[in-house]
C-alpha cells in the first residue's frame, strides 16, 4: 500500500501566540521586573537596578520581589525573548 499522506498535519506550534505557548506577555515580564527592581533597591543593589530598569523602556511601579533569585528563577523560563533573556541572566548571576 502506497499512501503519502501524512496522519496529521505538521505541527505549527511556533506559530501560536507567545502567550499560548506558556509565555509571558511583554506586560507580565515588565511587572515581574519592576518587583525585582524594587527588591534589588531595597537591598541596596542599585547598580543592578539600574542595568534591569536600562532593559525596559518603562517598568511600572511594584512592591519589592520577596525573593530576587526565586523571582529570577520563576520568570526566566516563561521569556521568549532570546536577547532579554541573555540581558536577565547576566543581572541574575551577578547576584
Known amino acids: 500500500m502506497n499512501d503519502d499522506r501524512l496522519a496529521s ?3 505549527s506550534l ?9 509565555y509571558l506577555t ?3 515580564i515588565a511587572a515581574a521586573a519592576a518587583a525585582i527592581a ?13 542595568q534591569l530598569r536600562a532593559a525596559f523602556p518603562s517598568l511600572p511601579e511594584a512592591e519589592p520581589a ?3 533569585a526565586t523571582t ?7 521569556i521568549a525573548d ?3 533573556h541573555a540581558r536577565l541572566i547576566v ?3 551577578a547576584l
Open 26 to 28: 511583554p506586560a507580565e
Open 38 to 50: 524594587a527588591a534589588l533597591e531595597r537591598d541596596g543593589r542599585e547598580d543592578l537596578a539600574k
Open 66 to 68: 520577596g525573593d530576587i
Open 91 to 93: 543581572i541574575r548571576d
Open 82 to 84: 532570546d536577547g532579554l
Open 14 to 22: 511556533s506559530e501560536a501566540p507567545d502567550a499560548y505557548r506558556g
Open 72 to 78: 529570577f528563577s520563576q520568570l526566566l523560563p516563561r
Open 9 to 11: 498535519p505538521a505541527c
